[in-house]
DNA sequence: TCGAAAGCCATTTTT
DNA sequence: TGGCTTTCGA
């Protein structure tokens, strides 16, 4: 690589050269602790990386003294590649990778220390869920509301403070059944994963904490090894990390000094004997903490400045990647976090374009105007790459894809069902597992009959009782099937399937120095000889086909590791595996639009940014919303995704949503008033879909008839001007439960005039008719029944008499003729009528089955998912 | 032991 | 809606 002039020299200026003051000053500070407070946008990892080649291009550290710790593999990836184009030279020994990454080394070098096997395996989440079930359900807890996510996420909080099921123990009422019950399924569940050699990702940070305060020359290894930390996505580190980090940072005592043998020259030794602690750098944003579900704890940085004292504090506050219609967006929602440090984010990029908003109908409906709208700027030279789609939830994702392969957009979505997560590629996993670590017996029965060979539940249990009671693992048992008295099939089978095992342990194994057996080949014999592919090839269910092909698809990924990583082995492959995030598996030169939780986009960027369901229930989430600080920590979800958008930002929403197979209404999110209406201009303003009034607000995705019915929280703002105006609050309730018997005159006139209240207050409001506040809402009609011949009024299209009625349950269409407008289908359920009369002399409908394609006459809220 | 059928249930975000 | 578990029959 050809490097130009000013990268060679050896002078620090270079490094400094485009930075602003405050981006310099935290480049060049140099004392015991800094922390850098980056808005949004401001260039952290631009300053991170030149502060790390600052420091050792200065020669204050050696690049193997330095640990850099990142919030994902690729942004740890990409910050070593950055590192070293600005150094012209491969930083060899820098640790850059996220903290479960690190840990895994650490714990990999020292676990025989405590009696674990190197190989150990790690649990990830759906693992630990799994075991835990079992474990509920062996000890037949689960009548006490004990749930495997339940305790799986009270376990994973424990952890993340630090407490062990010992320090649980002493902390526990003793006289309450339900805690000691959680105890009893919390203290088997560490039994079985030390019986196993695994650890779960809680563990993986604290058990090395564990690890370093029970040894200290443990300890003194790394503190004496790190000379610079530096942590990037500080407010999302958990107490855990937060210990991991205070250990790191601490001197070595002098009587350790002495009495440890270092393997590399020893660093400076203060006079005292001692050798001093790490230089710590923090980098942050508490407006952009998201992670505090999962146990971060924004006090870290809030409180950085008291635990490190002394500390320097500097402030990113330009920011370069918005303009400014899009940070002002972002600063207004954020403002209204109370409990904040005031910051404002300024570019100097220019207004740039408006934000964009859209209201659809339907789930579809909004789709399909992101597919519009992406199709547009593409043709106006915006890459594929280049834009985002941001959702709450990964439920989100299906209308997306379903419009996006309809269209044939190019994406690529990111996290949500893993490749991973697939039963078939766990299944190969757990192949690996088992030879890699022949402890975890999970992994073992997890492949016992998989493919199907004979080896049912009962089998299982024998050979489990059988290994408890000769005290021996459930391999050798398996070993020694023939002693079982088996017939013929079932001992065959699991010889045969030990033999594998055994030959496949064998190959893994790799003498000192020797290059490790490449985990592609270990992987292919175990699928051969278990007839595994095969079976799947075979199969006659359609789906097997492509479980094969996801298998093949892992041999691929398998061998591309070796290919990569040749020093690296089964192991290897192993943890890589188990730690990939979300954002991990992103690729910048793929060419397509990307798809993504907001969790996910936390550290991304995109010229384009579509923000999808910005409804209440979604956005902020429902189940936050009694959460202590949930609204708070949505509002900065929100934030973050806003910040994500370099040029062009949308803001869409649906009106009604399909959610397990039943249709919801929403309404506008809570953020989207938060954002000065100027700043927006709607395609379709949440106004537009709803221009009715005089139906009662009911917000669908609040619980019916719960408790308080408060809808969610959310204060309705139709009392101001815009809406007031027009003046036509009227009390047809849509109570359906007490149709309205009038006459029909009456009602025509009484419809008439609301509409011409109505179109004198959206000519008087001229381009504020549809502003940025929400007019009336969905009606939700329950279960509002309607028959052939019952009399109808819609608030748009007046009186009408129902001609048929078609579908069922949610998505029930009514067929109406209007008096006004003609024959109309509307859905029943959210459309914006109320029943007048029913049905009295038993007219019967004629065409009752006419269906709505190419009628043209099918109303736009009656385009429902199905 | 296994497959199909039927009910049931949950649905936030993730290293 | 669909993924998952349970149930039932072979």
């Known amino acids: 690589m050809t490097l130009p002039p000013i990268f060679s020299d050896s002078s620090s200026d270079d490094l400094l050269a485009g ?88 714990l990999r070098r020292e676990a025989e220390r405590f009696g674990y096997v190197k190989s150990f395996t790690i649990y990830d989440s759906a693992d630990s869920r799994a075991l835990l079930k079992r474990i509920i359900k062996d000890l037949d807890l689960d009548h006490l509301g004990l749930t495997p996510a339940g305790t799986a996420s009270r376990i994973s909080k424990l952890k993340n403070e630090l407490t062990d099921v010992d320090a649980f123990a002493r902390s526990a009422s003793a006289n309450d059944p339900r805690e000691q019950a959680f105890l009893e399924v919390f203290r088997r569940y560490s039994k079985e994963l030390a019986r196993a050699h695994a650890f779960d990702f809680d563990d993986l940070i604290g058990q090395v904490v564990f690890l370093f305060r029970a040894f200290p020359e443990v300890a003194a290894l790394y503190q004496r090894r790190f000379r610079h930390i530096l942590v990037d996505e500080y407010q999302d580190t958990n107490h855990a990390q937060y210990a991991l980090i205070r250990e790191l940072t601490r001197p070595v005592e002098p009587e350790v000094v002495a009495a440890a043998t270092f393997e590399y020259a020893p660093r400076e030794v203060a006079e005292d004997g001692s050798i001093p602690g790490a230089g710590l750098t923090v980098v942050g944003d508490s407006d952009q903490s998201i992670y505090a579900f999962r146990g971060a704890d924004i006090r870290n940085i809030t409180e950085f400045e008291r635990d490190y004292p002394g500390a320097e504090v500097v402030m990113l506050e330009q920011n370069y990647r918005s303009t400014q219609n899009i940070l002002s967006a972002a600063n207004a929602v954020i403002s209204n976090n109370f409990d904040r440090k005031a910051k404002n984010l300024w570019t100097g990029l220019g207004e740039g374009e408006k934000i964009v908003g859209f209201t659809g109908y339907s789930g579809h409906d909004e789709a399909r105007f992101i597919a519009d709208e992406i199709e547009d700027l593409h043709r106006d030279g915006v890459g594929y790459k280049d834009m985002a789609v941001f959702y709450r939830t990964n439920a989100q994702t299906r209308a997306l894809e379903e419009i996006f392969i309809r269209e044939a957009i190019p994406y690529r979505v990111l996290g949500g069902t893993k490749f991973y997560e697939r039963a078939e590629i766990k299944d190969a996993i757990a192949y690996l597992i088992t030879v890699a670590n022949p402890f975890d017996e999970y992994a073992l029965r997890r492949i016992l009959n998989s493919p199907k060979r004979g080896i049912g539940p009962m089998t299982e249990a024998q050979l489990a009782a059988f290994a408890e009671g ?143 369901g910005v409804e209440e229930g979604l956005l902020p989430h429902q189940m936050s919303a009694d959460e202590a600080g949930g609204p708070s920590e949505e509002r900065r979800l929100f934030y973050v995704g806003i910040t994500r958008a370099r040029e062009k930002l949308f803001l869409s929403l649906a009106m009604t949503r399909a959610q397990y197979g039943e249709i919801s209404v929403a309404l506008p999110s809570r953020f989207l008033q938060e954002i000065p209406p100027e700043l927006i201009s709607w395609k379709q303003s ?55 018997s009038g006459n029909m005159t009456s ?96 007219t019967d409908s004629d065409g009752t089955d006419s269906d709505g394609i190419g009628s043209g006459s099918t109303e736009a809220s009656a385009d429902a998912e199905s």
């Open 747 to 842: 009602s025509l006139q009484k419809w008439r005039e609301a509409k011409r209240a109505k179109a004198a207050a959206q000519r008087s409001g001229g381009e504020s008719a549809f502003p940025n506040t929400i007019l009336g809402s969905v009606q939700d009609n329950g279960d509002l029944e309607l028959a052939a011949g019952d009399r109808v009024e819609h608030s748009d299209y007046g009186p009408g008499v129902v001609s048929a009625v078609t579908g069922v349950g949610t998505k029930r269409i009514a067929h109406v003729d209007f008096e006004e407008v003609g024959p109309k289908k509307i859905l029943i359920k959210i459309a914006p009528i109320t029943k007048v009369s029913t049905d009295s002399d038993g």
């Open 470 to 612: 000769q005290e021996i693992s459930f391999r050798d048992a398996m070993r020694r099937a023939a002693e079982l008295g088996y017939g013929p099939k079932v001992r065959g089978s699991i010889l045969t399937l030990s033999g594998i095992l055994d030959h496949a342990t064998s190959m893994a194994l790799t003498a000192e120095g020797q290059k490790p057996t490449a985990v592609s080949d270990i992987l292919n014999y175990i699928l051969t000889e278990t007839g595994y592919l095969d079976i799947l090839r075979a199969s006659k269910d359609p789906q097997d086909e492509a479980r094969a092909e996801n298998v093949d698809e892992l041999l691929a990924v398998t061998r591309e590791f070796s290919r990569n990583n040749p020093e690296s082995g089964l192991v290897d492959f192993l943890t890589e595996v188990s730690l990939v995030a979300a954002a991990d598996d992103l690729d910048d030169t793929s060419g397509t639009v990307s798809l993504m939780t907001l969790h996910t986009a936390k550290g991304l960027e995109y010229r384009a940014v579509f923000i999808t």
């Open 19 to 106: 930075l602003n003051p405050e981006q310099a000053r935290a480049v060049e500070y140099r004392g015991p602790a800094l922390l850098i407070v980056a808005g949004a946008g401001s260039g952290k990892t631009r300053v991170l990386t030149h502060r790390i080649a600052s420091l050792i291009r200065s020669r204050e550290a050696w690049p193997s003294q330095i640990l850099a710790i990142t919030f994902t593999n690729k942004a740890a990836a990409e910050m070593r590649e950055r590192v070293e184009q600005l150094l012209g030279q491969a930083a060899e020994g820098m640790w850059i990778s996220t903290f479960h990454s690190a840990c895994v080394r650490i």
């Open 686 to 740: 949440p106004g537009m879909v709803t221009s009715r009034e005089g139906t009662q607000p009911r917000a669908l995705n609040a619980q019916r008839g719960g408790p308080g019915g408060g809808h969610g929280g959310y204060s309705r703002r139709s009392n101001e001007p815009s809406s007031s105006s027009v003046g036509f609050r009227g009390g047809s309730s849509a109570a359906v439960s007490e149709p309205a």
